[in-house]
């Protein structure tokens, strides 16, 4: 007996505890679901992206609802992250460098409420620092029209249909002419090439 308990106490001074940080997730829009993706994914700490739709009140919207404007939903990822990691306020700068935070009308190609940008923030912590990165980047005077991107609590987020999810992965010559063809990129270079 005095073996087996020396061999517990033992065992346990030498064997690691690893504590691991819950993961918080994170809802952004900003346009077309595909292209939003991409960034998130290619962030450290960043664990999943999910595309789906937000801030509309129909239950279990589908795509061919969302994207005719339909619904009062817009197109937005569902981030999950290790805050250990890479930390909200990290993910709310690439979510500006990757949107045109002067349009609440759609992004790019895509017109209608469906695609207007948005931060979906699910604790006051994340509506705090979303509310002073949108300040800060209003100061920063990058842009030349003011920066309109609603800050809203988020509600129900619904996955989208499976042929969404990693859209870029899965169809990559499909994603590329899209997104070439959207305008994005060249934006997107011309106020953020520095």
Known sequence: ???LLLLFVFS????????SAENSKAVFAGGCFWC???PFDKLEGVISTTSGYIGGESPDPTYKQVSSGATSHTEAVLVEFDPQKVSYKDLLKVFWRNID???????FVD?????????????DKQKKEAEESKSHLSKEKVFNNPIVVEITKAKTFYSAEDYH???YKKNPIRYKFYR???GR??????????
């Open 111 to 123: 017109r209608g409420l469906q695609y207007r940008p948005g931060v979906f923030y699910f604790d």
């Open 180 to 182: 070439f063809n959207s």
């Open 165 to 167: 999810q990693d859209y």
């Open 101 to 107: 935070p002067t349009d609440n009308k759609g992004q």
């Open 12 to 19: 346990s001074l030498i064997t690691p505890v690893v504590f």
């Open 1 to 3: 007996m005095k073996k």
């Open 36 to 38: 939003m993706e991409p």
């Open 185 to 194: 990129d060249q934006f997107l270079h011309k106020y953020w090439k520095k």
